[in-house]
């Protein structure tokens, strides 16, 4: 069946590092993907998300793309800050329900 | 409220106890999403609420979970004869549809209620 895998965390990194969350899929077809970040004691909100195949998403400075050869969505930003701290999950559509993988905890450190 | 409501936050009980949790979704959104997240693991799916549609309940774990929704308001999911395995978050989601096309995948979550089965 369908699955989204994410790298273990935490990723620890230090303000203005650059960050990479990978993401990886097994999915029939080509799903919508998603990043949706849930920040420290709030629900998980969308980050970002892509349609189709080549299509980057993007938000806050996050970005992530669709690509079909790799089945991946890695999520990517240039300079995080101690803002960016949370719990980051990647999900695929199938049907009208959304799969998620299991999380990957960064910490972001002055 | 502005966003999704879950109640109660945390919730300890005794194994073998019933347990119920209550969603309110945003108002207007049709669609309404239980998932289950236990330490270190994914959210799992487990049921699904669209309008007066039939909800699919696939990812409801065995017959000791159940879940009800009143109309396109409040969702309240029970769990009978709790098990320690069940200890999780359960998360609620809503959705809005709209006419003639499919939720855009934007759910919007709630702060979950944390069961522990003692």
């Known amino acids: 069946g369908d699955s989204v895998t994410q790298m273990e965390g935490p990723v620890t990194l230090s303000e203005e590092a650059f960050l990479t969350i990978n993401c990886t899929y097994t999915a029939t077809g080509y799903p919508s993907l998603f990043w949706y970040v849930q920040y420290p004691g709030e629900g998980l909100q969308l980050l970002l998300k892509a349609t189709k195949a080549d299509d980057k998403g993007s938000n806050k400075g996050f970005e992530a793309t669709y690509r079909k050869e790799t089945t991946s969505f890695h999520l990517e930003k240039g300079s995080v800050q101690v803002s960016d701290s949370a719990v980051y999950f990647c999900a695929l559509r199938r049907s009208d329900k959304l799969i998620f993988g299991t999380g990957t905890r960064l910490q972001v450190f002055p | 409220g502005a966003g999704v409501s879950q109640s109660p936050s945390n919730k300890v009980t005794e194994k073998g106890k019933d347990v119920e949790l209550r969603c309110d979704p945003i108002?207007?959104?049709?669609?309404l999403y239980w998932y289950r997240q236990r330490l270190g693991q994914g959210l799992e799916f487990l049921i699904y609420f669209q309008g007066n549609s039939a909800p699919d309940k696939s990812g409801l774990p065995s017959d000791r979970f159940s879940a009800e929704r009143t109309g396109e308001s409040v969702s309240t999911l029970t769990i009978q004869r709790t098990q320690q395995e069940d200890s999780a978050v359960y998360l609620c989601?809503?959705?809005?549809?709209?006419?003639?096309?499919?939720?855009?995948?934007?759910?919007?979550f709630g702060e979950g209620s944390r069961l522990t089965v003692l």
């Open positions: 989601a809503s959705s809005l549809w709209t006419s003639g096309s499919r939720p855009t995948g934007e759910l919007f």
């Open positions: 108002s207007g959104h049709t669609a």
